[in-house]
């Protein structure tokens, strides 16, 4: 990963230690090695926000990420400080250390509820924390051969292993995108430092804005309707799981 004029942000170097095995482990998996995998939970749910909103999905997400530690210690030091996930070790549903590609697939593919998988289309989005710093090309081998289609939500930080079927980057402010095409561009809003205007142009299917879930999230949402409103190019996504009390 490059930084932008080669200084290293704050955040990163407070939680170095953890970023640093993270990437180990990501090179490790890129040459194939056989490492393990830190999932943090899987589940089975809809998907609350974007293009595939509404549609049911198993969600692996997959623990830590590269521009927070997690620790809310860390937030104001962070690069992305807006966080609402926790991805933290391996402690929730079906969370846990998978030592193979295939214990993994194994653990997604028991909790898709009906096993008739050809005519489901049935769907694994792998999320985070910052699932890049994990998923590798063989994993995704692994899911497509268990009849999954593979999908990933990634700050765009990171370059994706291949054969990935749906990519979804959501840009933070402050952060270097390496990753500037996919199928889905979701952008938290408003990010000082990171206007829709910057990414527009990219080669993207679908442009998505999402209202920030803070104190401020009726503002917010106003705010990202007005610009839909006035830039078609973007739609609105609003958080469905959150809104139905739903996981
Ligand atoms: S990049 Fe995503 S997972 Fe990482 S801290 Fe930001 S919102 Fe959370």
């Known amino acids: 990963m490059c930084f932008a004029h080669g200084i290293i942000p704050l955040a990163l170097r407070t939680s170095l230690h953890s970023f640093l095995a993270s990437i180990i482990k990501f090179e490790s998996h890129n040459k194939g090695l056989t490492l393990s995998y830190l999932v943090k939970e899987i589940f089975y749910s809809i998907q609350g ?3 595939y909103s509404g549609r049911p999905a198993i969600f692996c997400r997959f623990s830590g990420c590269n521009l927070w530690s997690g620790k809310e210690a860390d937030r104001e030091k962070a690069v992305c400080r807006f966080c609402d996930t926790d991805f933290v070790g391996c ?20 909790l898709w509820p009906d096993k008739n998988i050809k005519s489901d289309r049935p769907l694994v989005v792998c999320t985070g924390g ?5 998923l590798d090309a063989g994993l995704v081998s692994v899911l497509h051969e268990n009849g999954f289609e593979v999908a990933v939500e990634t700050n765009g930080t990171i370059l994706p292993p291949p054969g990935i079927d749906w990519i979804c980057v959501s840009p ?12 889905e561009l979701k952008l938290v809003f408003p990010q000082s430092g990171a206007e829709p205007e910057k990414y527009a142009m990219l080669d993207f299917q679908h442009f998505f804005l999402q209202p920030m879930d803070s104190p401020d999230r009726e503002i917010n949402t106003r705010l990202a309707l007005e610009y839909v ?4 190019q ?8 959150k809104i139905l009390g739903i996981k």
Request: net charge positive; glycine share 10%; aromatic share 6%.
């Open 49 to 51: 926000e974007g293009f």
């Open 91 to 110: 402690d929730r549903l079906e969370g846990g250390l998978f030592k193979t590609k295939k214990e993994l697939a194994q653990k997604i593919e028991k």
């Open 130 to 134: 910052e699932p890049l710093l994990q």
């Open 172 to 183: 933070k402010a402050g952060a270097q995108l390496l990753l500037s095409s996919g199928q």
């Open 229 to 232: 409103l006035s830039h078609p």
């Open 234 to 241: 973007w739609r609105l996504s609003l958080q469905t799981h």
